[in-house]
């Protein structure tokens, strides 16, 4: 007789996720560290996120309100590495770019499961972009907070990031920005699919042959979107979510930006965005960079999406994931209809 297979429930995963985290922060702290008030929080749809309060002992830097994030086994990115994001906020510390502090990160699974990145809590709210009111305190808060948006793009893309901690992610080119980020995608496109997808094939060989000349390269957000900073009424306390960070293309987080699922426009429109952007040193903008690059999101979204189905298939036990995957026709009509259009206006 076949035993019944049994997984732990949430209260049991994050006591012992508690008790692993008190270990590794009371070896770090050299003394004995308790760890309370340890809360999963719903945003964070690729990384585990939780909030912690950590009782270190007197004279300790850090401080007691703490943010962990975890990259599950089965996320929707998997592998993780938190290199990047931790490279991230070690650069922009101190900048005109407000983030997290960052306090301890790694990539061993033997510390707490996957790899993590603890850091400060900050005090903030999210908008939510996919619905109506952006449950926003204070609507009318929305415009200025569209501008400080515009204007943080610039001076991250502006950073000297050559002097960084993230030079690092900088790899030596044998190709365009944009040909490097689309093997990226393409690379992940397969690893997900049970299948090859027409689409996807079609437009990643169009995507191939019309990359844009390099620009200056920049640091890239990644996931730079409504939905990703903190504020307290006009200000923004925090820009979060730098998994996806890396050096190339400037146009690509403008594009990212403005799909209509992160409804920006709602905040600030396209040209008043440029003329912000440009008030706050971001470099020079070219519009057929940026027609190519909204091409390019809508793969990007494609293939995130079919990898949210593959985590499910792989054994996620997230609703979210299983909901992002009935999406992927959705995406990959939407990117149809948007070669078309270049198509036709290349032709012309």
Known sequence: MDMPVTFPTPSAADAALRARLARYLSAQAAAPVAVRSFRRLSAGLSWMTASFTADFPSGHPAPAELILKLGPLQGLMAPYSALPQALAGLSFAGSKVPVPTVRWHGDDEAALGGPFLICDRVDGDALNPFVPDFEATEPGDLPALGARFAQLLAHIHALDWRHAPIAALA??????????????????????????????????????????????????????????????????????????????????????????????????????????????????????????????????????????????????????????????????????????????????
């Open 171 to 348: 790899t030596a080119r044998q190709d365009t920005h944009a040909a490097q980020e689309l093997r990226f995608w393409r690379e992940r496109a397969q690893r997900w699919s049970l299948r090859p997808v027409p689409m996807l094939e079609l437009a990643g060989n169009w995507l191939a042959r019309h990359g844009p000349a390099n620009p200056a390269p920049c640091v890239v957000h990644g996931d730079y979107r409504v939905g990703n900073f903190l504020h307290r009424g006009q200000d923004v306390t925090a820009v979060l979510d730098w998994e996806m960070v890396h050096i190339g293309d400037h146009h690509e987080d403008i594009a990212w930006a403005f799909m209509p699922e992160f409804r920006l426009t709602g905040l600030v429109g396209l040209a008043e965005f440029k003329r912000l952007y440009a008030d706050g040193g971001g470099p020079p903008l070219d519009d057929e960079a940026l027609q190519y690059y909204t091409v390019f999101c809508l793969y990007k979204l494609a293939v995130i999406n079919l990898g949210a189905a593959h985590g499910v298939e792989q054994g996620a036990n997230d609703l979210r994931l299983a909901c992002l995957g009935l999406t992927v026709s959705g995406y990959l009509e939407r990117l149809g209809r948007a070669l078309s259009k270049r198509l036709r206006a290349n032709e012309g």
